[in-house]
């Protein structure tokens, strides 16, 4: 009965490609993340959506994009993939942004652009 | 903009000793705090999460607490054992945005 769960676990692709990765959570919660951690394990924030309001961390290229069809989804889709996007990315939910509640943390996504 | 600092970057120390790490933070206008663990290869797992009107929290051998006027927050581990070899991370909450630290690698040694 995982909480926030991630697929696949491992993409590998080549530059150019475009690429998406899942997220699922099954807690109800109507807040939902994407980070990305880079190689030195610096783990930046880059969306946080629920169905009112998408934030988008301003650093992020407009190649990325979340598309959540529910409540319970929340897509990163990517496009044109570059060298620099090769990462880990984590998925996470909360009850809400401004929350007294700790986000969960999916398993990650580990991608490598060749 | 808020910046995250976890100091030391790594830490190793003997099976037994109490250990206390370090988490600071530039902008004290803050929601609350969570302190995270991750292992290698995995996810992130809370340990404790600390609101802003709060001083610490307290779970099992760990004791996290909040100086929110000074920007800091610190992490203290009892006895530590080998199983809590992993990577340390603090967050920070602004009600917008979550700012990760660098995190502190410890490692126990048996």
């Known amino acids: 009965d995982t909480a926030v769960s991630q697929t696949p676990k491992y993409l590998v692709t080549q530059m150019g490609n475009d690429k998406s990765i899942k997220c699922e959570q099954n807690?109800?919660?109507?807040?939902m993340y994407w980070y990305k951690q880079d190689s030195k394990k610096f783990l930046k924030i880059m969306f946080s959506?629920?169905?009112?309001?998408?934030?988008i961390n301003e650093t992020v290229p407009n190649r990325f994009s979340p598309k959540s069809p529910d409540k319970a989804h929340l897509n990163l889709h990517i496009n044109s993939l570059e060298l620099g996007d090769s990462a880990v990315y984590f998925c996470?939910?909360?009850?809400?942004?401004?929350?007294?509640?700790?986000?969960?943390f999916g398993p990650g996504t580990r991608l490598l652009v060749l | 903009k808020q910046e995250v600092t976890q100091i030391p970057a790594a830490l190793s120390v003997p099976e037994g000793e109490n250990l206390v790490l370090n988490c600071s933070f530039t902008?004290?206008?803050?929601?609350?705090l969570q302190w995270f663990r991750q292992d290698p290869g995995k996810g992130l797992t809370s340990l404790l999460l600390?609101?802003?009107?709060?001083r610490e929290q307290t779970s099992g051998r760990l004791n996290a607490s909040l100086d929110k006027s000074s920007g800091r927050s610190t992490l203290y581990i009892a006895a530590s054992q080998p199983g809590d070899s992993a990577t340390y991370l603090c967050?920070?909450?602004?009600?917008?945005?979550?700012?990760f630290g660098t995190g502190t690698s410890l490692t126990v040694i048996p």
């Open positions: 996470a939910s909360s009850q809400d942004r401004a929350t007294q509640e700790t986000q969960y």
């Open positions: 807690l109800g919660h109507d807040t």
């Open positions: 959506y629920n169905n009112k309001e998408l934030i």
């Open positions: 902008d004290s206008a803050i929601y609350n």
């Open positions: 600390i609101q802003s009107s709060q």
């Open positions: 967050a920070v909450n602004t009600g917008n945005q979550f700012y």
